[in-house]
Every structure is written in C-alpha cells, then in structure tokens.
Nanobody, 115 residues
Framework: QVQLVESGGGLAQPGGSLRLSCVGS????????MSWYRQGPGNQRDLVAT???????NYADSVKGRFTISRSNEKNTVYLQMNSLNLEDTGVYFC?????????WGQGIQVTVSS
C-alpha cells in the first residue's frame, strides 16, 4: 500500500520559516521524482518544487531563493525548507511522487502565513 504522509505545516508569520517533510512507503522511493504542490484559495494546485531521482531540482519562480527541496533516500523522505514566507505562500501543500506512469499524492497539509 502506497502512502505519502506530510508533516511540519502550521502557522507562520510573514518572514518566518517552516520545514515540511513527506515520508513515502510502499514504493521504491529512490526511483521516483518527488515534488511539492500548493493549492491556494482558488483551488488550483500549482507546482512549487521538484527533485529528481538524480537530485536535480527545479522551483517555481515565486519561491526561487526562498524555498529549498531536498531528499533522503535512506529515510524515504522529501523535505521543503520554506524561508522568508509571505502571505501568498498560504495554502495546502501536497507531496507528489512520479515515475513513468505511476504517480502518488499525499493527503496535504495546511500552511498558513499570517501576522
């Protein structure tokens, strides 16, 4: 049974930081590209950051220089370090795994940036 379980969300002030984690199980984690998506109030789910199985990273323009995606294949975990948070970073963050035709989603975790 495949599972992606996110943690680390919550409330942060503008300019603050949060670190999201996503633990995968039930599949060969190291073979998958891992991503974080964000779903805002408009319900569109947008790609935030991706890390390939070879550790190549890509970021949405809105988070470049502020967010860092990383992975530990030993721990079957992908991380999203979020710094200099702003109000527009508020949303539900989803962990995503993809390899060829196989793709999985986590259940999502709320991040709220508010003063």
């Amino acid at each position: 049974q495949v599972q992606l379980v996110e943690s680390g969300g919550g409330l942060a002030q503008p300019g603050g930081s949060l670190r999201l984690s996503c633990v995968g199980s039930g599949f060969t984690f190291s073979h998958y590209a891992m991503s974080w998506y964000r779903q805002g109030p408009g319900n569109q789910r947008d790609l935030v950051a991706t890390i390939s199985s070879a550790d190549t990273t890509n970021y949405a323009d809105s988070v470049k220089g502020r967010f860092t995606i990383s992975r530990s294949n030993e721990k079957n975990t992908v991380y999203l370090q979020m710094n200099s948070l702003n109000l527009e970073d508020t949303g539900v963050y989803f962990c995503h795994a993809v390899r060829r035709d196989s793709r999985y989603w986590g259940q999502g975790i709320q991040v709220t940036v508010s003063s």
